[in-house]
Nanobody, 125 residues
Framework: QVQPVESGGGLVQTGGSLTLSCAAS????????VGWFRQAPGKEREFVAS????????FYGDSMKTRFSISSDKAKNTVSLQMSSLKPEDAAVYYC??????????????????WGQGTQVTVSS
């Protein structure tokens, strides 16, 4: 079992940058996929990015690859999501999720088993 814990959320101006971090409070991310999802009020949970901890394979949600970057730090046992050129529509609660999704299921929240509490990202216009 792996319990992810997010940090790094906050308030940022439009066009600014923010880095979120996901740490494993128990065990490690080894042999798991670590994903980031976000959910804005009144909207469905949306896939942001994922990384396969062992092989480093990454996936991104539509329109995010040019502004977001996901990476892992094996020494610190953390996964980071670097976000740049933030827009008001990026404001949401960002969740770190851990699981073993199928190759075609990495964007599907239902294929992740462990979820963090979420961290709020607010983008002021």
């Amino acid at each position: 079992q792996v319990q992810p814990v997010e940090s790094g959320g906050g308030l940022v101006q439009t066009g600014g940058s923010l880095t979120l971090s996901c740490a494993a409070s128990e065990n490690t991310f080894s042999r798991y996929v670590v994903g980031w999802f976000r959910q804005a009020p009144g909207k469905e949970r949306e896939f942001v990015a994922s990384i396969n901890w062992n092989v480093g394979l990454t996936f991104y949600g539509d329109s995010m690859k040019t502004r977001f970057s996901i990476s892992s730090d094996k020494a610190k046992n953390t996964v980071s999501l670097q976000m740049s050129s933030l827009k008001p529509e990026d404001a949401a609660v960002y969740y770190c999720a851990v699981g073993r999704p199928s190759y075609f299921g990495v964007r599907n929240a239902a294929e992740y088993d462990y979820w963090g509490q979420g961290t709020q990202v607010t983008v002021s216009s």
